[in-house]
Nanobody, 119 residues
């Protein structure tokens, strides 16, 4: 069974870059057809898909966040990372990493990590 664990700072100052890492166990991030996504949920709002990196190292981004988002991976560590630049308090949310395929809903979720943007 695939397990995902987010890690990173819980507090980021406005205008800085938010960086989170998702460590995957129980499966390889290069497994065929697996997609690895970042999803967030601001307080009192619904889930927002931010972007994904595929088993073949192709990235996809939400159009609304594309200019500020970068997702990359480290196959030696079986990790993928999220960088969100120029953050504002509106980026305060619980951030999740997740695994799915191109044709499925999320199969596995990380537990989520709270990130607060505040000076």
């Amino acid at each position: 069974q695939v397990q995902l664990q987010e890690s990173g700072p819980g507090l980021v100052k406005p205008s800085q870059t938010l960086s989170l890492t998702c460590t995957v166990s129980g499966g390889s991030i290069t497994t065929n057809y697996y997609y690895w996504s970042w999803i967030r949920q601001p307080p009192g709002k619904g889930l927002e898909w931010m972007g994904a990196i595929t088993y073949s190292d192709i990235t996809y981004y939400s159009p609304s966040l594309k200019s500020r988002t970068r997702i990359s991976r480290d196959t030696s560590e079986n990790q993928f990372t999220l960088q969100l630049s120029s953050v504002t308090p509106e980026d305060t949310a619980v951030y999740y990493c997740a695994q799915h395929t191109a044709w499925s809903a999320v199969d596995y979720w990380g537990q989520g990590t709270q990130v607060t943007v505040s000076s």
